[in-house]
């Protein structure tokens, strides 16, 4: 069964773009899950979100994405109210929650290699990792590759631009999964660049076991350094500080993005941020030509759609 825990666990992306594409364009209503699927396709299948950390868009793309498809949802969204809160692990939770569901989405601040255990490996459904502590959030990064597909004018045979982009991206570069997860997948793009400024005062670096060449990356340390690298940037990519993953206090958080920086940024280039944003992105700046934060709401829920289709929709032969 097909588990979707780091982006290397992601299906062939192109495809998925395609149809997140099509879903994108189809008005909600029509019925998405009928027009896509045939008559009751996903109505039986039922997607549970078991999030054991807080969270807006991820948990509820997916619910709403499922719900658009015609499926059915069931949200564990406290974890105050799951017996994990009586000590259960995660791996017997997600035993039990697979009787109930077809596919599970989970958040927890363990690593996702720790949560089921070794003697109890395979689960009867697939299971996608919306974020694990400060390590993976594959689907943050797809949706994020998606945006910038569009924004490049869907190119047919590549989920990547044709030229190599250049990258600055800015936030907790230790700490924050949005970031571990996108230089994981952006890197797959031959010649692709990443500048990275840590925001957080500690000179914080790339996480032992990033799946990112070390020559595709050089760490900037002062903003006069930033200024150089953002007129030659493709993308910025701003993400908040983590403050969940610092004792009080531990952390600087001081850093703005400025409209005089944006001005710095070549024609064509623009800033993205996965969210939940904090001063990083000032509320200025929002409605700035360069900002895609919000687009990258709205694709997350197409490419969420996309994904549980290619996860759920499978005819018995593609389950052996
Ligand atoms: N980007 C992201 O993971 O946001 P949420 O924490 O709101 O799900």
Redesign the pocket.
């Known amino acids: 069964m097909r588990n979707i825990m780091t982006v290397s666990d992601l299906p062939d992306l192109l495809p998925l773009f395609k149809l997140a594409d099509d879903m994108s364009r189809v008005d909600r209503e029509v019925e998405r899950g009928r027009w896509f699927h045939g008559e009751g396709k996903m109505r039986r299948k039922i997607l549970t979100t078991l999030f054991l ?9 997916f619910e709403s994405a499922m719900l658009s498809l015609d499926g059915q949802v069931l949200s564990a969204a406290d974890p105050g109210c799951l017996s994990v809160a009586k000590g259960e692990s995660i791996s017997d939770t997600l035993h039990a929650v697979g009787v109930y569901s077809d596919l599970i989405v989970v ?1 927890a601040t363990a690593r996702h290699e720790d949560w089921l255990d070794d003697e109890f490996k395979d689960l009867p459904v697939p299971v996608i990792n ?2 694990d502590g400060p390590f993976n ?1 594959p689907t ?1 990064a797809l949706l994020d590759l998606y945006t910038i597909w569009i924004e490049y004018g869907k190119p047919a045979y590549e989920p990547f631009p044709s030229t190599p982009l250049t990258h600055c991206v800015i936030g907790d570069i230790a700490n924050s999964r ?1 970031i571990r997860s996108y230089l994981e997948l952006m890197s797959r793009q031959s010649g692709a660049q990443f500048y990275l400024f840590d925001t957080t005062g500690h000179n914080g670096k790339v996480r032992e076991g990033t799946k990112i060449a070390p020559h595709a990356y050089r760490y900037i340390t002062d903003e006069k350094q930033l200024k150089e690298v953002l007129r030659v940037t493709n993308v910025v990519y701003l993400n908040r500080v983590q403050r969940e993953r610092w004792l009080s206090g531990l952390y600087k958080e001081e850093f703005s993005f400025t409209e005089e920086m944006a001005k710095l940024m070549p024609s064509m280039s623009i800033i993205m941020n ?3 944003r904090q001063k990083e992105l000032p509320t200025s700046l929002i409605g700035h030509p360069r900002v895609r934060m919000h687009q990258q709401i709205v694709n ?1 829920l197409y490419v969420r759609m996309a994904l549980i289709h290619k996860l759920l929709d499978r005819t018995p032969a593609d389950m052996l």
Do not use: F, V, Y
Request: hydrophobic share 15%.
């Open positions: 950390e807080p969270s807006t868009r991820t948990r509820l793309s958040r919306a974020g959030h943050q949005a996965p969210g939940p997350g």
